[in-house]
């Protein structure tokens, strides 16, 4: 068979499993199920039993037989189904609370049977919940010393597909695969002694040894960050090329005026660098795509205020879109402020705005007069019409979606330069990979005068020194910061907690000598807006709130941040919000409240953030305590779908494959000597690429 061909054609597959192969898993073709890699084997020569399982043996395979089965009623229409599996050295109970009517039918007494999960003991006795479950002949007549093992879902199991059935169809499908092409140039291949796609993808399901195995895994995770690297630096290198950008050649009587009679500070050497960087991409005649990374507090508003400058200079207009409205309005009043007297027409566009003067407002924008647009998504709205956009601005990238942003990309021709904000630092070796086709600044000094946040970790029972302690920082003019997690499952509970919070708060603080403010999600933009306001303008001592706070409020009064439950943060959220205190010039706290006793990771973050403010360092230990797949902005975005690789664990992989993609592309930049790789551009998957939105 093609790897082309329907997978409904593969022998003992048919109609109705080949619908549901569909469903479930996408896969619609021989080569869609080739691909479909198992995520664990079963070394036959390794045989276990029940006698000596231990506790900690994780997954194993036994044989045996069945017998007492018995069903619970558990409920309307739910029912728990157990039943005594033994192999004559010893018996487990198997549990099932799903699909027990299939099971209930399809088990039978005399009949052999292989069982492969994971054992616990429940009770004193041994018990496996929802073991993988197949009649033993079927692995006896298998000749294959490793026997792959897949992951199935509860409808593959009803509909007979599972795991040993799986394994039984990708074991027809080696044998007949023909057809499968090397993807690889020959030459990168040589070098690095990597096994053929073709023994590859047979391997990784069969393999002979476990040196086989591990060659297999290799020569795919290579191909993997190969293609991944290769999409990347190809689109950096086409837009380096093809690219044209507005250019603006000269530095200005605005930027200019600002910088010798209104800047509130002198620039941080860091903060000068960057504005240097963005100049020179802006006056290269490419369109610029920048990412500024600078860690909370460094001065990454002022930076983007003197660009957007430098576009006014050069007869444009800029925008900065933020991801919510209250940081929309918060970046509206520094830029107003910064801004005062020179006459520069700065408009806030915000869903908020009334119909009626948002029209105007457009109608400004739409003709030149508003120089600047400070705004959320709102701004993308298509009907928002620019008369010359020169330069987009946007703060803390993630939270935009791909799609927004190649909206706003679109509105100008040639496109706008494009400068993306992030105080979420990612570790080096992620930001080349990823942001490959991105060029990248760093803001890595903070600006004078500012002392390092103390974190300190407290337990309940700290509780009343901990607010004793707020209450000398409230009583010395101070403000602070009380968070509480948000759970995502439900609001309404996260509502009560924080409610029980402010409550608490509240009696420890009592008005009118205290006033306290509540700031959540459920509250409307406007309500929001209002209390931060009362916070900001010092009317009110604490702000008690959920996680909405996070980005970018700047309220330099405020110096503690109490984080509650903190153990349900990650990281790098908890660095964020640590990084809305220790902006002025008082000595800043940080106060993480947990419960008693934390487990492993939870203390293991709680310990990083107690020993450092480095936000590079945080995220190195955020990319080691969680992989990368989980890290912020880049699970939503899907941009690192790797189904074998590490960005952390494959590193000299991941350098090895950028070094090659770069001679590739450095000495043929058009893929002219390699038809495949070509080939592989024109289709490639990966087209929502960095450079292309922005
Ligand atoms: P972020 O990078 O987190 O967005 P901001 O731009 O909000 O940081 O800046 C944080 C604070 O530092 C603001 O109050 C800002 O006015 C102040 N600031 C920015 N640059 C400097 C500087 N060069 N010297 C002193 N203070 C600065
Ligand atoms: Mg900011």
Redesign the pocket.
């Known amino acids: 068979m093609l790897p082309n061909d329907e997978i409904v054609y593969l022998k003992g597959v048919g109609p109705s499993r080949a619908k549901v192969l569909a469903s479930e898993l996408d896969i619609h073709t021989v080569g869609d199920l080739l691909l479909y890699f198992p995520f664990r084997h079963i070394d036959r020569s390794q045989q276990s039993t029940i006698a000596t399982l231990t506790e900690d043996c994780g997954y194993v395979v036994l044989r045996g037989t069945v017998s007492n089965m018995q069903t619970v009623s558990t409920g309307k229409y739910r029912e728990r189904l157990t039943v005594d599996f033994s192999d004559g050295t010893g018996s487990i109970q198997l549990v099932w609370f799903q699909g027990t009517k299939w099971v209930r039918e399809k088990l039978k007494p005399d009949v052999r049977y292989i069982i492969m999960g994971r054992p616990s003991v429940f009770n004193g006795q041994w018990q496996m919940t929802h073991p993988e479950l197949e009649a033993d002949t079927a692995v006896e007549n298998s000749r294959q010393p490793f026997l792959p093992v897949y992951f199935t879902t509860e409808k593959m199991k009803s509909s007979g597909l599972g795991t040993r059935a799986m394994a039984r169809l990708t074991e027809t499908l080696v044998g007949c695969i023909a057809g499968i092409e090397e993807n690889l140039p020959q030459e990168v291949i040589d070098r690095y002694h990597l096994l053929s796609r073709r023994s590859a993808l047979i391997a990784i399901h069969y393999p002979e040894s476990l040196a086989q195995l591990d060659a297999a895994r290799t020569r795919l995770k290579f191909e993997e960050l190969f293609f991944l690297q290769l999409d990347y630096q190809y689109a950096h290198t086409a837009r380096q090329q093809h690219s044209e950008g507005r250019v603006f050649g000269h530095v200005g009587d605005i930027f200019n005026r600002f910088y010798n009679e209104k800047l ?5 050497g860091a ?1 000068k660098r960057v504005i240097r960087e963005v100049r020179e991409d802006m006056r290269s005649g490419h369109q610029m795509n920048r990412l500024l990374q ?11 205020l003197m660009c957007m400058l430098i576009a006014l200079d050069n007869g444009s207009q800029a925008c900065l879109m933020a991801p919510t409205e209250i940081l929309a309005t918060q970046h509206y009043n ?1 830029f107003l402020r910064m801004l005062d007297g020179m006459g520069i027409g700065v408009e806030l566009l915000i869903g908020s705005v009334r119909p009626a003067d948002k029209k105007k407002m457009k109608a400004r924008i739409a003709s030149g007069e508003t120089r600047i647009v400070i705004g959320t998504h709102a701004l993308i709205e298509d009907n928002v019409q620019f008369a010359d956009l020169g330069l987009v601005v946007i ?1 803390e990238q993630h939270r935009f979606g791909v799609e927004q942003r190649s909206k706003l990309w679109s509105k100008s021709i040639p496109a706008p330069h494009v400068l993306v ?1 992030t ?1 979420t630092p990612i570790p080096r070796t992620l930001a080349m990979t990823v942001y490959g086709d991105l060029d990248c600044s760093v ?1 890595d000094e903070l ?3 500012r002392h390092p946040v103390r974190t300190y970790h407290r337990t309940e029972p700290r509780r009343p020194h901990v607010f004793h302690f707020l209450k000398q920082q409230i009583d010395a003019g101070r403000q602070v910061y009380i968070v509480y997690p948000l759970i995502h499952e439900s609001e309404k509970l996260d509502l009560r907690d924080l409610e029980e919070g402010l409550a608490m708060v509240q009696s420890y603080f009592p008005r009118p000598q205290y006033q306290v403010s509540m700031v959540h999600g459920q509250l409307s933009a406007e309500e929001k807006a209002f209390e931060m306001q009362r916070f900001k303008e010092g009317k009110t001592h604490i702000m008690v709130a959920t996680t909405v706070i996070e980005v ?1 409020v ?1 309220v ?1 009064n405020a110096t503690v941040m109490v984080i509650e439950n903190a153990e349900r943060f990650g990281l790098s959220q908890l660095h964020q919000l640590r ?1 809305r205190v220790g ?2 010039a008082d000595q800043a706290y940080c106060i993480l409240m947990t419960k008693d006793n934390l487990g492993g990771i939870s203390m293991e973050r709680i310990r990083t953030m107690c020993s450092t403010t480095d936000g590079f360092q945080i995220a190195e230990a955020d990319l080691r305590l969680r992989g990368p797949g989980d890290m912020q902005g880049l699970q939503q975005s899907g941009m690192l779908d790797l189904k074998l690789a590490s960005i952390v664990d494959d590193e000299p992989l991941v350098s090895a494959t950028r070094n090659e993609v770069h001679d590739i592309l450095d000495a043929d930049p058009t893929l002219s000597q390699y038809p495949t790789l070509q080939r592989h551009i024109a289709h490639s998957k990966n087209k929502m690429l960095w450079g292309k939105i922005s």
């Open positions: 509130p500070f002198p620039l941080t903060q600078g860690d909370v507090g460094s001065g990454k508003t002022l930076v983007a520094t703060d904000m105080a803001i600006p004078p005068g970018g700047d330099p990084g902006r002025g």
